[in-house]
């Protein structure tokens, strides 16, 4: 992949159509594409539909615009949620790694989470340099986008997002999944078995989604093909 890159960081009062006009002036010479994400507002997410459908426009993979965006949507959402879901246990005197304390905060911060706090925690963030990093790096074999938050997942949250993600293998859509898992539907990881439909639906090999951690980092990385010379992260040591 080239350096050529663009950036844009997600702040207060934001214009979306400057940083949209950014895009298109700088997209023709750039392969990597960072949008630093915070509080996740409306404005923030338009420039991040953008700068997707600028890419799989100009490698004709169009029709695959709403279902990407769909799994980076979610995997944007649940890292501004644990980002949140971290200083909300610091704020109150909590401690995230205890079972007992974490069983009683996170029914607290259920309560408490919405679009409008979700946006106040990440302001809150950003001064402290906790953030959600989206990037996409294409050329002309293929598409990576990796989210990346600089909060780690505990141990029991990544035990339940790899049995989601394993769920989430073995149906083909969500009516299956709702008819057997209809006690559970309710549940966190929803959004993760949606996904790998989506995927499947595209007849998009699943495996290339995936969750995990490295360098401090939470990261969702989903990888798109655009030809048969596409080489999959997953096939090589990172």
């Known amino acids: ?20 006009k950014l895009l298109d002036s ?14 996740f507002t409306n404005s923030i997410e338009e420039v991040i539909k953008h700068a997707l459908k600028l890419i799989l426009i100009k490698y004709k993979k169009e029709k695959l615009i709403n279902t990407v965006y769909n799994i980076i949507f979610e995997s944007i959402l649940n890292g501004v949620k644990a980002n949140a879901k971290k200083l909300f246990f610091l704020e109150h005197a909590l401690n995230i790694k205890d079972s007992m304390e974490y069983q009683k905060g996170i029914i607290e911060f259920k309560k408490l989470i919405n679009k409008a706090n979700l946006r106040n925690y990440g302001l809150k963030n950003k001064d402290k340099g906790v953030y959600v990093k989206v990037q996409f790096s294409f050329d002309d074999q293929g598409l990576e986008v990796e989210i990346l938050n600089n909060t780690l997942l505990l141990p029991s949250e990544e035990l339940r997002i790899r049995e989601k993600l394993a769920l989430g293998e073995k149906y083909d859509n969500l009516m299956s999944y709702y008819m057997e898992n209809a006690d559970n539907t309710e549940g966190e990881g929803l959004g993760l078995v949606l996904s790998l439909i989506l995927l499947k639906a595209e007849e998009l090999d699943p495996s290339l989604y995936r969750i995990g951690t490295k360098d401090g ?3 969702a990385r989903i990888e798109i093909p655009f030809n048969l010379n596409f080489i999959s992260k997953r096939h090589i040591a990172i």
């Open 26 to 39: 700088e997209f023709i010479n750039s392969k990597k594409i960072i949008i630093m994400v915070y509080g």
């Open 217 to 219: 980092n939470t990261f």
């Open 1 to 20: 992949m080239s350096n050529n890159q663009i950036t844009i960081e997600e702040i207060a009062g934001m214009d979306e159509i400057d940083s949209m």
